[in-house]
């Protein structure tokens, strides 16, 4: 009698928490489908813990990063390091993991990789192993990375300041409706050599069974057939990720989440309270904390404002030093945690708004929840995404950004008060059922099937 051959995939994870959630959700969704699941990551920086994914097999993976990296969250350096040292080590795993899937009844279907981790594609090549892409930001945003190379070989840079509110031409054709196209302020910043070079080795890998994104086809259809025609291989939207996993209520965050904040929220009035957290990079400082304190306090509106451990020396101490109108608003409206559950916090009926950096899990979490977003954009992809909001969907805010605490309490009051932030919200609620269709039976829920067919299909 012939033993049915299982499938399993390696998923190969960076240790940075935007790009790690969406893979471990991408992991969740594929067991769900049948497959084995080898999650290969970090052993010592921003580890997932194997306890909380039991259905799971984790291997570490030696990516050679000192402390002095690892402590100085140079995104840049970590990632230039990760594709240099990786190579070795994850070839050595992936050897051995071809050999014990032989003595198991097993095959290694394919290997899935982050976007950032390049040389990657050239190990599974060298292996024969089929391999797949993870796109851990929104199509758009991956699509100024070709505006950029063509503006390069042009001789088009380095942009002059005097362009930055001028459109990008090479974007223009995207056609998305009532929209001019992304200006060249929205572009992430490649303003460095090393940069440039990950750009192009970025943009040169081509992943035999295709790519996946964690988008939703009614978000950015116009931008994902442009992908297509540029990569000339399969492109697969299945996201949100975090949605098609719902069932997997796990937490993947690096650092502890304060579920108190939920109590509080229980006890306030419907769509009245502000969500504030700027992810797990950006901050304000001490100052700006300050000003952000007096907007808020101004606003006359309940706030649930997260300020991550490091952000401050003591937030306690900081608190103590604030004038007392400022406290007892603060007391009265405010709840002040160092770290949310997020997707929770955003499904709350009690949270009307969110005051975000726009990273593009922080995006979606909010989209899928019908959240409009008060934009702050600091770096990468957090401006096309504050773009695709104000001026695309239409349910976020731009604004000055300026950290001055007339300016947060007028904007605050935009979105949670004034009737502009109220048809934010209606549209943010119809686009919230659009997504949630998508999921359920829609676009997403057949480029899933699709993916799985995809998968099989090379390894019958």
Same mark, same amino acid.
């Given at each position: 009698?012939?033993?049915?051959?299982?499938?399993?995939?390696?998923?190969?994870?960076?240790?940075?928490?935007?790009?790690?959630?969406?893979?471990?959700?991408?992991?969740?969704?594929?067991?769900?489908?049948?497959?084995?699941?080898?999650?290969?990551?970090?052993?010592?920086?921003?580890?997932?813990?194997?306890?909380?994914?039991?259905?799971?097999?984790?291997?570490?993976?030696?990516?050679?990063?000192?402390?002095?990296?690892?402590?100085?969250?140079?995104?840049?350096?970590?990632?230039?390091t990760l594709n240099t040292k990786c190579v070795s080590p994850l070839k050595e795993l992936l050897v051995d993991q071809i050999e014990k899937a032989n003595t198991s009844h097993e095959k290694i279907a394919c290997v899935i990789y982050d976007g950032l981790m390049y040389s990657i594609d050239s190990v599974?090549?060298?292996?024969?192993?089929?391999?797949?892409?993870?796109?851990?930001?929104?199509?758009?945003?991956?699509?100024?990375?070709?505006?950029?190379?063509?503006?390069?070989?042009?001789?088009?840079?380095?942009?002059q300041d005097c362009m930055s509110l001028d459109m990008v031409p090479e974007l223009e054709?995207?056609?998305?409706?009532?929209?001019?196209?992304?200006?060249?302020?929205?572009?992430?910043?490649?303003?460095s050599h090393v940069m440039q070079q990950q750009i192009t080795k970025t943009l040169a890998i081509r992943p035999s069974l295709g790519v996946i994104?964690?988008? +939703?086809?009614?978000?950015e259809d116009k931008s994902l057939?442009?992908?297509?025609?540029?990569?000339?291989?399969?492109?697969?939207?299945?996201?949100?990720?975090?949605?098609?996993?719902? !069932?997997?209520?796990?937490?993947?965050?690096?650092?502890?989440?304060?579920?108190?904040?939920?109590?509080?929220?229980?006890?306030?009035?419907?769509?009245?309270v502000l969500y504030v957290s700027l992810g797990s990079i950006a901050s304000w400082d001490e100052k700006e904390l300050t000003e952000v304190a007096w907007g808020l306090a101004n606003s006359k509106q309940k706030f649930l404002w997260v300020i991550r451990p490091g952000t401050i020396n003591d937030v306690s101490e900081w608190l103590e030093s604030l004038p007392k109108e400022v406290k007892m608003a603060i007391e009265e409206r405010g709840c002040i945690v160092k770290w949310a559950p997020q997707r929770e916090v955003l499904a709350h009926q009690g949270v009307g708004g969110f005051w975000s950096h726009c990273g593009w899990n922080s995006t979606l979490e909010s989209l899928c929840e019908g959240v409009?977003?008060?934009?702050?954009?600091?770096?990468?992809?957090?401006?096309?995404?504050?773009?695709?909001?104000?001026?695309?969907?239409?349910?976020?805010?731009?604004?000055?950004?300026?950290?001055?605490?007339?300016?947060? !309490?007028?904007? +605050?009051?935009?979105?949670?008060?004034?009737?502009?932030?109220?048809?934010?919200?209606?549209?943010?609620?119809?686009?919230?059922?659009?997504?949630?269709?998508?999921?359920?039976?829609g676009s997403s829920y057949d480029a899933l099937n699709g993916l799985v067919k995809r998968i099989l299909s090379l390894n019958l």
């Open positions: 009698m012939d033993t049915q051959i299982r499938h399993r995939l390696v998923l190969i994870l960076p240790p940075f928490q935007g790009h790690l959630t969406p893979m471990l959700h991408l992991a969740t969704i594929l067991h769900s489908k049948g497959f084995s699941i080898t999650i290969a990551s970090h052993d010592n920086f921003n580890s997932p813990n194997p306890s909380n994914h039991p259905n799971f097999s984790f291997l570490p993976l030696f990516y050679g990063l000192s402390e002095t990296q690892i402590s100085s969250k140079n995104f840049v350096d970590i990632t230039v599974a090549r060298e292996l024969k192993l089929p391999s797949i892409v993870l796109r851990t930001t929104s199509a758009t945003n991956f699509l100024t990375y070709h505006a950029f190379l063509q503006r390069q070989s042009r001789g088009c840079l380095p942009l054709p995207l056609g998305f409706k009532d929209l001019q196209p992304l200006r060249f302020k929205d572009l992430p910043m490649f303003n994104c964690n988008t +939703v086809n009614c978000l057939c442009r992908l297509h025609d540029l990569y000339e291989i399969s492109v697969f939207p299945i996201g949100p990720l975090h949605m098609m996993a719902e !069932e997997d209520s796990t937490s993947s965050s690096c650092v502890e989440e304060d579920y108190s904040c939920i109590g509080w929220l229980n006890n306030q009035a419907t769509k009245s409009p977003i008060m934009c702050q954009p600091y770096f990468g992809d957090q401006r096309v995404n504050a773009r695709l909001l104000s001026h695309v969907w239409k349910v976020g805010l731009e604004w000055s950004n300026v950290i001055e605490r007339n300016e947060i !309490e007028g904007t +605050v009051r935009r979105l949670m008060v004034n009737e502009e932030g109220k048809e934010m919200a209606q549209r943010a609620f119809k686009l919230k059922n659009e997504i949630r269709l998508a999921v359920k039976a």
